[in-house]
């Protein structure tokens, strides 16, 4: 158990299965990108730790840059994304993986796939840690998901309450401390 603020937090996914998830949708991406050069578009904060260890199982050229996006305020998504850094590589006729650490509403992606696509992308894809099906506002078509997981608010492995938490090797799940 952790304490983040307010807020406590019991372990959910331990580092093992963490670094077992990625190692597989890694090697179905190395698969599928063998003979190219794909950008991967990492999204900050959260995704860095994820980026980070994904590459490191990549057996593809590959470059990386990354960019900002916001819509989190304390444990709610507020609905508005905020696009805080941008991506500032031609992106025309490139394969393009988003590196994203959680996908819950889609909100972020249904914003920056129309961006990408703008500025000529041949193709997109997304790669993603963990994704929330059951929070999911729009359609999406996640090519590469890591792990599934319930609608409830997590912290470690990149992810943070408020700045704070991303520092954990395993991902932790709030506890109702109203019980």
């Not at 031609?90 to 819950?104: A, G, K, N, Y």
């Not at 929070?135 to 590469?144: A, C, P, Q, T």
Request: contains cysteine; charged residues 30%.
């Amino acid at each position: 158990m952790i304490r983040i603020k307010d807020l406590d937090f019991e372990i959910s996914i331990r580092h093992n299965e963490i670094e077992e998830s990625i190692a597989a949708i890694a090697e179905k991406m190395n698969h599928d990108y063998e003979d190219k050069c794909p950008l991967l578009l990492a999204i900050l904060n959260g995704s860095f730790i994820f980026a980070a260890d994904l590459v490191r199982h990549l057996t593809f050229e590959h470059e990386i840059q990354f960019a900002k996006f916001s819509s989190y305020q304390g444990t709610e998504s507020t609905g508005k994304v905020k696009e805080l850094i941008g991506l500032n590589v031609d992106i025309l006729d490139r394969d393009i993986i988003i590196v994203e650490d959680i996908i819950d509403t889609g909100k972020t992606m249904s914003t920056l796939l129309p961006k990408l696509k703008e500025r000529g992308a041949r193709s997109i894809e997304i790669a993603t840690l963990l994704m929330k099906p059951e929070k999911l506002m729009v359609d999406l078509d996640v090519k590469y998901c890591a792990i599934e997981i319930p609608n409830d608010f997590i912290v470690g492995y990149g992810l943070d309450y408020d700045g704070l938490g991303r520092q954990y090797p395993d991902i932790y799940t709030v506890v109702d401390n109203k019980k």
